[in-house]
């Protein structure tokens, strides 16, 4: 059994604390008026060396409506901020309940002794998705700007959008939010249930149960998550489209996904908690980080390159806004989440140590919080980004509850299933 | 690799009490035995079909491109179909040894080496249709880059037909090379076991001196999980650049950004369809039965059905997403091929595609032989038509309404087609009669942990210990 130690339980609950309030300034500091911003703006200005040119009359119109333009994306700055970091750690915790399914119906020998881990880890969906909709109801009712299309008054003027209504109107949003969440979180609550009860019992029926469960989930998700991207991000650039996009965001959170489960093992191997665990399956689990981290890449070059490509002005906005505004994060996570993981995890005795994994890991992890940013930010904030306080703030808040329900769950049963048919197998997995 | 304990769950990969020796003479029997009537039939057949085929692609070249059933309007149609068909299927041989290597999966042994042989005839009808397609293929080798006396005059690296020349060429090569090195082993027990001097002589040529020491073993298992390695990315990139052909265009039905995916979705759906085909043939005629067991043939087509599910996912985001897009050329590419002059085409292939690979939810349809044979054949009817649809819908129809028009094949399209089906089938059958056509050195590796005799040998221990207990 673990005992949710307490030096974890602090940072989980320090973080939370300096998450919210991180969160609270970024609200706080928010400019409420225009004129705000106007002053906000001229010392931008002041910093740049550039000079504050005095409006003509003739200007002042298309000034005033660049202002509130400017102050919709100020003010959604710390919607996004708490938005991207909450969509994030969610579907991290989504990923990992995912690679869980996979592992089972794929009857792998080599992961049994690591489902206890995932199943824990994977708590974290539950109060991850109530946060989650709670935001998507906020959005809905008027409390902030993500999502242009809720705006009347923009969908008025904008025929674009008026031919998404019939998918995109608040209703149906929400709803589709709704079958979303509550069946991942079905799985995940029956896949524990099922799993405890053969650990108690050793009736392999309950294995079976479990079995047909998760081929269920798996095409009830890949179904899901490409229909709650396109709502839940894509939809932010209402007039963009991308065919590719819910399997591209997919790639991205799978791979931080396994990422945090090597960095759970290691935690806990650490504490000297997991007994069967040996350098193999922490060599599996970087093997899964390199190569869901290649394919990323490929997912990422392939929807980028083929607008770039083609070049058609409708769709290839979205990237040239991004390198415009976006330059050195756009680029940059290609380091994060390519080239260091690739470079790093390629040695084969690298991924068996704990250190190695854990740089690449950090990597990973921060490179695609900067992919779900870079989603997100630039339809919300537009030019008017950057990362400071309160998207880190943001950030830690959720780690922090990540933390906090994960281990609290991994710490109410004991560490090993019991009666897995492959655990044996797992336990002597030597590669 | 993974230790000799196996769970009690998982079931045989070798029927039957087997040793190491029996495996030797079942692999063996069909290369040292001669062929019956039967194999002469079939393989006339095919010698006929692939010289009809060769007839066709002579007739082309000698005549004109003119002799197909191309206009102005469609300049692609059954020789990139065909083309992108073939590549497809070979995709399931590189997956089969690669991934599945990578993957661990112990049922590959059985099939990878046929499933090779398959990757490496399919890619060599493919690449067949680039050239013929060609005005003037007597000029391909301008598609080199190589120095020339036009002021070096060079290629531009821009157009992913170029990109293909690579891929393809790239893929065979490395499946070539991926296939022969794990023919060594194999060769050289042929060549240890052959009587005449003939067949010594010639398998001592093709084995290459391999004796099989320990050091020679490591790096043979080294070189395999390098090229597995190696192989992956090469077959995810092949389709993905055989995808782009399309995908990099500006017509509306072609440039979607999931096709590079989507594209290697369908390739493993109608590769693993391809290799179901042939082995269930083959498992029956070369007695193979022990080793390509119902077993593997259920795991094919789960795999079958995971990726025509991830096909059909594919489909139905395509749809969405041409509604989505407001773009009424994209609504209408989608609305043409549902409701238009090539319906059928659609339709056929949403039946084939989307629909028969959901029925291998049900266990006894996935554990039957002849239902299996038969959605395999399903399967690449569904996916060359998958392929027609996206290539010749999208361009009978897009933007300019006075160009549109039909599509009709003449002879010599269908000609140059039958001929590959019928030139892979004579490579096939005279592969299948002088070829280990299972990889016998590795199914020996498995014997003692999956074999049916030594899992039930270890079970029986097992219970009398307990009751020693």
């Known amino acids: 059994m673990y005992t949710f130690s307490k030096n974890l339980k602090t940072l989980a609950i320090v973080l939370m604390a300096l998450g919210i309030i991180g969160i609270a300034y970024g609200f706080f500091n928010a400019p409420k008026t225009t004129a705000e911003v106007e002053q906000i703006l001229t010392e931008q200005a002041h910093h740049d060396g550039g000079e504050h040119h005095s409006v003509s009359e003739a200007d002042h119109d298309a000034h005033q409506k660049h202002l509130e333009h400017v102050l919709t994306q100020m003010q959604n700055k710390p919607w996004t901020a708490v938005y991207v970091a909450c969509i994030f750690v969610m579907l991290i915790s989504l990923g990992i309940l995912v690679f869980y399914a996979l592992n089972y119906a794929s009857a792998a020998g080599w992961s049994p002794v690591l489902f206890r881990v995932m199943e824990g880890l994977s708590a974290y969906l539950l109060p991850g998705s109530i946060i989650f909709f709670i935001l998507l109801l906020v959005s809905s009712f008027g409390g902030n700007h993500l999502f242009i299309w809720m705006d009347p008054a923009i969908v008025e003027h904008d025929v674009i959008i008026q031919n998404k209504t019939g998918y995109l109107n608040v209703p149906f949003f929400l709803i589709r939010a709704i079958i979303f969440l509550v069946g991942w979180n079905l799985y995940r609550v029956y896949a524990r249930k099922q799993s405890l009860k053969l650990d108690e019992t050793g009736d392999l029926s309950y294995h079976k149960k479990l079995f047909k469960a998760t081929a269920v989930f798996l095409v009830f998700f890949i179904v899901t998550e490409s229909i709650s991207s396109w709502d839940w991000i894509m939809s932010i650039d209402t007039h963009w489209y991308s065919t590719l996009f819910g399997w591209y965001v997919f790639a991205s959170f799978i791979v931080t996904a396994i990422t945090v489960i090597a960095f759970a093992t290691l935690y806990l191997k650490s504490k000297g908690y997991l007994e069967h665990v040996n350098t193999s399956h922490i060599h599996d689990l970087g093997k899964f980080m390199f190569g869901f981290s290649i394919f990323w890449t490929y997912l990422w070059f392939s929807q980028f390159m083929l607008q770039w490509y083609s070049n058609i002005p409708e769709e290839v906005t979205y990237f040239i806004f991004r390198i415009q505004e976006y330059n050195v994060p756009f680029f940059g996570m290609l380091l994060l989440n390519f080239v260091l993981p690739v470079l790093l995890l390629m040695n084969s005795d690298f991924k068996r140590l704990g250190w190695i994994i854990s740089m690449a890991g950090v990597s990973i992890v921060f490179g695609h919080y900067i992919d779900f940013y870079l989603m997100i930010s630039p339809g919300t904030v537009g030019g008017s980004w950057s990362i400071g306080i309160t998207e880190i703030a943001a950030l830690m808040f959720f780690a922090g509850l990540f933390i906090f329900a994960g281990f609290t769950s991994i710490s109410k049963v004991p560490l090993l299933v019991k009666n897995n048919p492959l655990i044996e197998e797992s336990k002597h997995f030597h590669y | ?469």
């Open chain 2, 1 to 469: 690799m993974s230790s000799h304990y196996e769970a009690p769950i998982r079931k045989p990969l070798v029927i039957g009490e087997k040793s190491y020796h029996d495996i030797t003479v079942d692999v063996a029997r069909p290369v040292e035995g001669r062929a019956n009537k039967l194999w002469w039939t079939v393989f006339t057949i095919a010698l006929v079909a692939f010289l009809w085929g060769v007839a066709s692609m002579a007739y082309t070249i000698g005549t004109g491109i003119g002799t197909w059933g191309l206009n102005k309007t469609i300049g692609w149609a059954w020789d990139i179909t065909n083309f992108v068909w073939w590549v497809g299927i070979g995709h399931a041989g590189t997956l089969i040894s690669a991934v599945l290597l990578l993957f661990r999966q112990k049922w590959r042994m059985a099939i990878n080496r046929s499933a090779e042989a398959m990757t490496i005839f399919s890619v060599v009808q493919a690449g067949l249709f680039p050239i013929i397609h060609m005005g003037r293929p007597w000029l391909a080798y301008w598609v080199l880059p190589i120095p020339n006396q036009f002021g070096s005059l060079w290629v531009n690296f821009n157009s992913p037909l170029l990109w293909d020349v690579f891929a393809i060429s790239t893929y065979l090569s490395v499946s070539l090379v991926f296939w022969w090195t794990g023919l060594l082993p194999d060769f050289a027990m042929l060549r240890d076991r052959a009587i005449t001097p003939f067949t010594k002589r010639v398998y001592s040529i093709l084995s290459f001196g391999w004796s099989g020491r320990v050091k020679d073993w490591q790096r043979f298992e080294e070189v395999s999980l390098v090229l597995a390695g190696l192989a992956t990315p090469l077959v995810l990139s092949v389709h993905t650049i055989v995808s782009f052909d399309f995908a990099t265009s500006v017509i509306p039905g072609w440039h979607t950004t999931i096709f590079p995916p989507y594209f290697v979705a369908g390739a493993v759906f109608s590769g693993f369809a391809m290799v179901n085909t042939l082995l269930i043939i083959m498992r029956k005629v070369s007695n193979l039965e022990d080793y390509i067991t119902i077993q593997h043939i259920e795991l094919m087509n789960m795999i079958c059905m995971i990726t025509g599910s991830i096909v059909g996912v594919a489909y139905i985001t395509e749809l969405w997403v041409a509604w989505y897009s407001g773009v009424e050329y994209e609504q209408y590419a989608f609305l043409n091929r549902a409701s238009g002059p090539y319906w059928w085409s659609y339709w056929l292939m949403m039946t084939c595609n989307v629909i028969s690979p959901q029925v291998m939810w049900i266990k006894k349809i996935r554990t039957n032989i002849m239902a299996s044979f038969i959605i395999s054949l399903v399967i690449n009817v569904g996916m060359w038509f998958e392929r027609f649809v996206i290539i010749v819908t999208s361009l009978h129809r897009d933007y300019l309404p006075s160009s549109w028009t039909m599509f009709q094949p003449t002879f010599v399209d269908a000609g140059i087609y039958v001929g590959t089906i019928g030139f892979f089938f004579v490579l096939f059958l005279l592969y299948s009669r002088s070829f280990p056509v299972i990889a016998q050195a590795e199914v020996k590796t498995i014997l003692k942990s999956s074999g049916e005799f030594y899992k039930k040998a270890r079970d029986n221990k097992e219970n009398h210990q307990s009751l020693n207990h």
